[in-house]
T-cell receptor
Framework: ETGVTQTPRHLVMGMTNKKSLKCEQHLGHNAMYWYKQSAKKPLELMFVYNFKEQTENNSVPSRFSPECPNSSHLFLHLHTLQPEDSALYLC??????????????FGPGTRLTVL | KNQVEQSPQSLIILEGKNCTLQCNYTVSPFSNLRWYKQDTGRGPVSLTIMTFSENTKSNGRYTATLDADTKQSSLHITASQLSDSASYICVVSAHNAGNMLTFGGGTRLMVKP
């Protein structure tokens, strides 16, 4: 395993529900990321946190709300989602964001289905 | 605009055969290029990383090449195994973009017995 865990692994929710995705990394990294992976599309970066501070919000709709209480945990709060938000949501971590040589380690993802 | 294009989109080969996956990029200024393997239902795992000065890097049966002049990379898989069935993703980063990465769409490889 990569040292990055995500829960739940699968989630089905209605458009009016509120749910949260959780990510935890055991690698001592300082940067964490949320990605969206839709079928037949490249990974899309959603949010970046470095030392608990959000450094990137890639024009993500406000129905997705990230939270980073410490360098080891990252949450993605979901509310009033749309069916097109159904995708695999991947969490990743790296030593830091500065310097492109830091490898990102990915979690297994949460498969989200919005009905 | 930074882009990474991969080909083919999908590939089926018989177990024991070799194959080569292609990656073309327009990311600038180039910093490094990674190949990731993503098994079904799992997150991507890094296979190789190459900087501008490196033109080949091996990881077991996986060998990646880089031509920084033509902005092309390839991933060669030797003596394929059933466990090689996965998506292979080419990822390129630029010097001025921190740790922001440009992802290719991936090549879906299926190895059949």
């Amino acid at each position: 395993e990569t040292g990055v865990t995500q829960t739940p692994r699968h989630l089905v929710m209605g458009m009016t529900n509120k749910k949260s995705l959780k990510c935890e990394q055991h690698l001592g990294h300082n940067a964490m990321y949320w990605y969206k992976q839709s079928a037949k599309k490249p990974l899309e970066l959603m949010f970046v946190y470095n030392f608990k501070e959000q450094t990137e919000n890639n024009s993500v709709p406000s129905r997705f709300s990230p939270e980073c209480p410490n360098s080891s945990h990252l949450f993605l709060h979901l509310h009033t989602l749309q069916p097109e938000d159904s995708a695999l949501y991947l969490c990743a971590s790296s030593q830091e964001t500065a310097g492109a040589t830091y490898t990102q380690y990915f979690g297994p993802g949460t498969r989200l289905t919005v009905l | 605009k930074n882009q990474v294009e991969q080909s083919p989109q999908s590939l089926i080969i018989l177990e024991g055969k070799n194959c080569t996956l292609q990656c073309n990029y327009t990311v600038s200024p180039f910093s490094n290029l990674r190949w990731y393997k993503q098994d079904t239902g799992r997150g991507p795992v890094s296979l190789t990383i190459m900087t501008f000065s490196e033109n080949t890097k091996s990881n077991g049966r996986y060998t990646a090449t880089l031509d920084a002049d033509t902005k092309q990379s390839s991933l060669h898989i030797t003596a394929s195994q059933l466990s090689d069935s996965a998506s292979y993703i080419c990822v390129v980063s630029a010097h001025n973009a921190g740790n922001m990465l440009t992802f290719g769409g991936g090549t879906r490889l299926m190895v059949k017995p």
